[in-house]
Structures are given as structure tokens and as C-alpha cells.
């Protein structure tokens, strides 16, 4: 049994399994071939494709397993006050490069 906790990604040989716990809120992408998996606390299983991913919702057991072979990689989610303030500057930057002029509104002096 191994483990992932990478933000690189990782591949799967054939018949290779990959399992954790304690992934809530992290999210699995596979990145090559395609892979199976099974998270305990969300029902049914999974098949991932190259470019799919999800999102886990469970501390659970996670089970991955190349089908044949496969790569996979696992990104933690960013706090939200983080990700909150990254897109305010994006948004705020943005905006600064397409303020008015100083001399006012549509050329009025102020």
C-alpha cells in the first residue's frame, strides 16, 4: 500500500495500488492513461480519464489503480480567505490598468 501526498504527479503501473486517508477537500487529477478509484464515504466508484479529476469529499480510504496504467495527481484545496483575497488583487489589478485618467471622467477636469 502506498501513499499519495504530492502535488506532482505520480504514476501507476499495472496492477499498482495507491491508497490514503485524511484527503478531504484535496483534489485528484489524472494526468495520464486512466485510473480507477474508490473513496470511502462517497458512494460508487470511479473511473478518471486524462484531463478529468475530482473532488474528494471524504476523510475516508482512498483506493487508486492504473487501468492498465495511469498517472495521477493529488492538489489540496486553498483555504478560502486565501483564494478570497488572490482573486480581489487579480480583480483590482485588472481594474487599476483600465482606470480613468487623472485629469477626470471622459476628459472633464476635476
Known amino acids: 500500500m502506498n501513499t499519495l501526498l504530492?502535488?506532482?504527479?505520480s504514476p501507476l503501473a499495472a496492477g499498482e495500488i495507491v491508497a490514503f486517508r485524511g484527503a478531504r477537500g484535496s483534489y485528484l487529477e489524472c494526468t495520464q492513461g486512466m485510473v480507477w478509484l474508490t473513496i470511502e464515504g462517497q458512494?460508487?466508484?470511479f473511473y478518471l480519464?486524462?484531463?478529468s479529476g475530482l473532488r474528494i469529499?471524504?476523510?475516508g480510504l482512498v483506493l487508486i489503480e492504473?487501468?492498465?496504467?495511469?498517472e495521477i495527481r493529488q492538489t489540496r484545496e486553498v483555504p478560502?480567505?486565501?483564494h478570497w483575497t488572490s482573486r480581489?488583487?487579480?480583480t483590482l489589478q485588472f481594474r487599476k490598468s483600465f482606470s480613468p485618467r487623472?485629469?477626470?471622467v471622459c476628459g472633464h477636469s476635476l
Not at 6 to 9: F, H, L, V
Not at 66 to 70: A, F, N
Open 88 to 90: 480581489l488583487l487579480s
Open 43 to 45: 458512494p460508487g466508484d
Open 6 to 9: 504530492s502535488n506532482q504527479a
Open 49 to 51: 480519464e486524462q484531463g
Open 102 to 104: 487623472k485629469s477626470g
Open 57 to 59: 469529499e471524504s476523510n
Open 66 to 70: 492504473g487501468m492498465p496504467t495511469g
Open 80 to 82: 478560502w480567505p486565501i
